[in-house]
């Protein structure tokens, strides 16, 4: 069973999650309303102004990759440590939470300060040591460019030459090339992971994951029974899809299936489906504007996006980190998307994702919340909306919608259909490996972690390590930096998605099945969604607020008729 935030809550009083052990039982009847809100305005005052500044300064070294913008976010990070490391502060907090709170809006805030400053304990020096070397990290990988040659390539270049080189011997050139940067930061990643472990074992947590997953209101026992039924759900689904892409790949490239390599799958980790479906999904975009089709797709369902547009950072530069995200710099409306657009169906489908990141921010999320709940409900809801969205990108009849025609609807339908139901499976493969490979490494970072690594990959994406490679391929995905233990709601952010795609199609009677439904010139949409999604913030936990939106918590159910039918 995964925890909500008042059940573990309560754990934590208990002593059961928390190494403190009971508290006084007389505590539990003290009136804490007042200091309660004392200390909240304490923190709008003293750590809201910094945290906003701590936004842009991370906007700013990611658009401009400079030293001097990395440097100003790294001196920010530090102010952020000391004020939130407060062990006066923390045990205040655990007072005023242990009380009686009259206000839920109020109680339900302390619970996430409390959460907020327990990701701030410890040793100050040992955080800004961690501050720094992620800072240190992700400076290298911005500032990476894969070498083939003598040539350097942007991201979307090595994309570009994956996707269309049919030569085997290049593209293993320019796969093992995107990899060079997992040699470039493996070492200063190591010694993150061992200052990350020290600080969790000093809060008694088993180790940093653990800490994590307990910070994030999850259970690490319920998240990976979650994820041994999704491996039971897809393992053959998946192997099935898998035979038929394999099939389609040695053909492609000239070789026997048993002589496929990592480099023949074209996505540099496997997470997404190689381009083997009979049309090419990328043609209808050559000509297309991909963000007048976003303008119109959320002005159309009532959740306008053009003023986010204008605020983001949009297409390639030097320095300028190679990926796409998006920010709410102040909880005040100032929502800004980073992106490196081209004209390709995977930048029409992160746009839509990272649009609808933006939908779920103080952009409509009620004013009248306070500053703590005018956020998403969970890091997997707004991974789950902006999944939601995202699903439109290669449908022929969407896409017509918004001036984009297709050749041979019908075969591009299927096409696309197959091809969903294939992204889903991929996906929850790849992050079967993202989980258990961190909470591998967190549990014992002195292992081989390039064994461990393959080992993954070969079990859960059926994908063979090349014959003698002994390389950190594992460093060179950026997420285990910038965003620990966080992968596994990626998937779990897609369940909520088909959950909520799922009430929508029946709320609002939408034609034919949930799995195929569209909605374009749809107002109704945004209303669900305000009502159901985004008039509650935070103030829901988020297996509530999957329950208020949909009528049932979090469960596979929808995901699985996806890619079943």
């Known amino acids: 069973m995964t925890y909500s935030y008042s059940s573990l809550f309560l754990l934590f009083a208990l002593g059961f999650l928390w190494p403190q052990g009971n508290l006084p039982q007389a505590r539990a009847q003290e ?78 805030q302390i619970d996430i300060l409390v959460l907020t400053y327990l990701n701030r304990q410890g040793d100050l020096a040992l955080l800004n040591r961690m501050s720094a070397k992620a800072n240190e990290i992700e400076k290298k990988f911005n500032a990476f460019r894969a070498t083939v040659g ?14 269309k080189s049919t030569d085997s011997a290049e593209r293993q050139q320019v796969w093992e090339a995107c990899k060079l940067v997992g040699a470039q930061v493996e070492g200063d990643l190591r010694e993150l992971v061992q200052m990350r472990n020290e600080l969790a074992h000093k809060l008694d947590f088993k180790n940093y994951h653990a800490m994590q997953l307990a910070i994030n209101e999850q259970d690490p026992a319920a998240v990976l029974a979650l994820f041994d039924e999704l491996d039971q759900l897809t393992r053959q689904p998946f192997a099935d899809a898998k035979a038929q892409i394999d099939t389609a790949l040695a053909k492609l490239y000239g070789v026997e299936v048993s002589q496929l390599e990592p480099w023949h799958y074209q996505d540099p980790f496997f997470q997404e489906p190689p381009a083997v479906y009979e049309v090419d999904v990328n043609a209808p975009f050559a000509k297309a504007d991909i963000l007048k089709i976003c303008k119109e797709f959320y002005t159309g369902i009532g959740l306008p996006i053009d003023d986010v547009i204008e605020r983001s950072d949009l297409y390639e530069k030097p320095k300028k980190s190679p990926h796409a995200f998006c920010t709410d ?34 952009k409509f999320i009620p004013m009248e919340l306070p500053y703590l709940l005018r956020i998403n409900s969970h890091i997997l809801t707004t991974e789950g909306i902006a999944m939601m969205f995202e699903r439109f990108a290669t449908d022929p009849d969407w896409l017509k919608a918004y001036g984009v025609n297709v050749d041979d609807p019908a075969s591009y339908r299927a096409a696309s259909h197959r091809m969903r139901r294939d992204k889903l499976l991929i996906f929850s493969r790849w992050c079967q490996v993202m989980l258990r490979f961190e909470m591998a490494m967190y549990d014992d970072p002195d292992q081989d972690l390039n064994k461990l690594w393959w080992d993954l990959v070969e079990k859960y994406q059926g994908m063979k ?3 003698g490679r002994s390389a950190p391929d594992f460093a060179s995905k950026i997420h285990i930096v910038t965003a620990p233990c966080y992968y596994h709601n990626y998937i779990m952010g897609e369940l909520f998605a088909c959950q909520v795609h799922a009430a929508i199609a ?51 159910k929808a995901f699985a008729a996806e890619f079943g039918e």
């Open 465 to 467: 390590r090349p014959a």
């Open 329 to 362: 710099i102040d909880r005040t409306g100032d929502v800004r998307v980073l992106a490196n657009i081209v004209l390709n169906e995977y930048w029409m489908s992160t746009m839509l994702h990272e649009l609808g990141h933006s939908v779920y921010t103080s």
């Open 31 to 108: 009136d804490t309303t007042t200091a309660a809100q004392e200390f909240i305005r304490k923190y709008e005052t003293t750590v809201v102004p910094l945290e906003i500044s701590v936004n842009r300064a991370w906007w700013n070294a990611n658009t401009s990759g400079s030293d001097a913008d990395f440097a100003a976010k790294e001196a920010l990070d530090k102010q952020m440590n000391e004020l939130l490391s407060s062990k006066e502060d923390y045990a205040l907090l655990k007072t005023i939470q242990a009380g009686k709170i009259a206000d839920p809006q109020v109680a339900r």
């Open 506 to 556: 029946r709320d609002l009677q939408l034609p034919g099945k949930a799995a195929t439904a569209i909605y374009t010139q749809e107002p109704r949409v945004g209303k669900f969604m305000q009502e159901k999604i985004l008039d509650p913030g935070a103030f829901l936990p988020w297996n509530d607020l999957t329950k208020h939106a949909t009528g049932e918590t979090l469960n596979a």
């Open 150 to 163: 003598e040539k350097s390539l942007a991201d979307s270049q090595i994309r570009d030459l994956l996707l």
